[in-house]
Structure formats: C-alpha cells, structure tokens
C-alpha cells in the first residue's frame, strides 16, 4: 500500500497523473530503509535478554500504538528467570530459591496490565516475580507503527518521488517502474531530507 492518495499528490508537490507504480515503488523504499514490513500499525514478536541489573527494556518498532478496538499495544507477553551469564548473579540466595523451587528458563504467561510503556520510546518496564528477582528475558507481542499517515511521510514519499523522477535512468513513462531499479539508486533517492522525515520510524537494533 503506497503512503500517498492520489487526492494528496499535488499538495506535496506532485503532478496529478502521477501514475501508481511511482508511489509504489517509493513506499517500498522507505520501507526497506526503515527495516520493516510496513509503517502502518502492524503485529510484531521480539524476544529480548534484559540487561543485567534493569527491568526494561526497548522494542526495535516505533510507536507503539493500539490497534482497536484493542486499547494497548501489548498484546501478550512471556517472560522467563534463566540462569543468568557469568557475572550477572545480583541475589545468590534468591537465585538458589528460585532455581530449587522452580524450573529456571521456563517461559511463564505475563499480564501486559502490569507493564508499564512508553509510546514513542518503545521502552517497557517490567515488574519482578514473586521471588523478587528480576526477568531476564523476555518475549513480546505488540502492535506498533502508525494508525493514520502524518504529513511527514507523505513528505518523504513525494520527495522520494521527484528524486527519482529527476533521476536520468529511472525518468521513464512508457514502461512500469521496477522496485529493484529504484533499490540500485536508493543512496541518491534517499537524501537527507528524506532520511529525516524518516527517522523516527526506522527500527532499533536490527542490524
């Protein structure tokens, strides 16, 4: 789906018969720069090791955002006490109760009520267990990118749009424009501007 409506094309700048393979080749783009499937609010699943000594953690997709009739992102979420890493044994007498009274590395239902999160840092906080030791790691279901399309991306998606149009190889009518073509020129397509208007939404800690 192209971030773009015909109705918008001219109020970001471009030609009213602007055709469809334009916006949507742009769109993919900036997905593949933002490492995700969609910028739209979609479902996702991360599993993350929580540092030593916190109970938080961040998500590598921003916002979070609830889908409804839902009323927040976390949609589910599986946490575990595992045998911690060398160095990471905060309470060795807790660790020694929690591993004889239970199987450590065993993955246990959380109640997404009882952590706390931050839409547009993604990050969540997480309460200890019953032993009074922190999780360390933890496996997240949650809905995060954009309900409605703010002016800023489909900034960038016109903008993508002229560059590639001002661009001598890609600049054809007669033929349907190829994705692959426009991920060869992606490092002159994607300037600046663009890469701003996109950063809050390229994801965390994925490469």
């Known amino acids: 789906m192209g971030y773009l409506q015909p109705t918008d094309y001219e109020n970001f700048g471009l030609a009213s018969d602007t055709t469809d393979d334009w916006i949507t080749a742009a769109s993919a783009l900036m997905e593949a720069y933002c490492r995700r499937a969609s910028l739209n609010a979609t479902q996702y699943v991360e599993r993350v090791r929580l540092v030593s000594e916190s109970q938080t953690a961040r998500m590598s997709y921003l916002p979070l955002v609830a889908i409804p009739p839902a009323i927040s992102p976390l949609v589910a979420m599986n946490v575990r006490y595992g045998r911690p890493r060398r160095s990471e044994t905060i309470y ?9 009274f239970s199987l450590p590395g065993t993955w246990t239902a959380l109640d997404p009520t009882t952590v706390d999160y931050q839409p ?7 309460p200890t ?3 009074g030791l922190p999780y360390n790691e933890i ?5 995060a990118g954009l309900l409605a399309v703010p002016d800023a991306v489909k900034s960038a998606c016109a903008q993508l749009v002229k560059n590639a149009q001002a661009t001598p190889s890609l600049n054809v009518k007669s033929s349907k424009l190829d994705t692959m073509q426009m991920q060869y020129f992606s490092n002159s397509l ?3 501007t663009v890469k701003t208007l996109l950063r809050p939404y390229v994801a965390n800690r994925l490469g």
Not at 120 to 126: A, H, K, Q, S, V
Not at 139 to 143: P, Q, R, S
Request: aromatic fraction near 12%.
């Open 92 to 100: 060795p007498i807790q660790a020694e109760i929690a591993w004889a």
């Open 120 to 126: 547009d840092t993604g990050e969540l906080i997480f």
């Open 129 to 131: 267990n019953i032993l």
């Open 139 to 143: 496996e997240v279901t949650y809905t």
């Open 190 to 192: 994607l300037d600046d």
